[in-house]
């Protein structure tokens, strides 16, 4: 591939980020500082991709660079990205392939409404929000999860988890059988 080719991929792509988000170009211009018709243009591959343009969107849409410029991958070659899967509207991009054991998912969740279904099953999961705001309904409790907050619970009491209708969120989502845990541990710093 040449470095045509991969300039010529950056404007689709960009393009599918920002909509996969659900922002506009006028609410990116004022999030990167770059005019709409800048992001127009570098979007219908009618400019040119800088480094100058491209390292505020990363920035603004909370990506690597590679993934706006679509790098090939550098490094371990045993490393495979595994095909995104659409559930019920949600897209789940595997990170683990051991069936039967911990299961991990990052997941977008796009903005839209809807009414809590809770539901029961066997299994432990555990949450953590990368972007945006995710309903919790856990039980009597119903929580909204934001950037950087994580939920841990036994999938047995009834539960629902999806889109506060107020944009999309993006998490983490680890998910193992009945009586398998997330430990997190943490040292004591020392004075």
């Known amino acids: 591939m040449t470095t045509d080719d991969v300039l010529a991929d950056v404007g689709p792509r960009l393009r ?4 996969e988000r659900e922002v506009t170009l006028a609410a990116l211009s004022e999030a990167t500082g770059i005019s709409v018709s800048t992001l127009s243009r ?20 909370q990506v690597a660079l590679d993934e706006l410029v679509g790098a090939p991958p550098v490094g371990d070659p045993r490393i495979r990205a595994s095909e995104p899967i659409v559930r019920h509207g949600r ?21 839209r409404k809807q009414e809590p279904e809770p539901r029961t099953h066997e ?24 950037a950087g907050e994580a939920a841990e619970f036994d999938t047995r009491v009834p539960h629902w988890f999806g889109s506060t209708g107020e944009g999309p969120a993006e998490f983490l ?17 020392r004075g």
């Open 16 to 19: 599918r980020i920002r909509k």
């Open 42 to 61: 570098l979007e219908s591959g009618l400019r040119r991709p800088s480094l100058e343009l491209l390292l505020p969107i990363a920035q603004a849409h």
């Open 91 to 111: 897209t789940h991009w595997p990170l683990t392939r051991q069936p039967g054991g911990l299961q991990a998912y990052k997941v977008l969740e796009p903005r």
């Open 123 to 146: 299994g432990y999961e555990w949450l953590y929000v990368l972007s945006g705001k995710l309903r919790l309904v856990l039980g009597d409790h119903d929580v909204v999860l934001t």
């Open 173 to 189: 989502s680890l998910f193992g059988p009945q009586g398998e845990r997330m430990h997190v541990r943490a040292r004591p710093r």
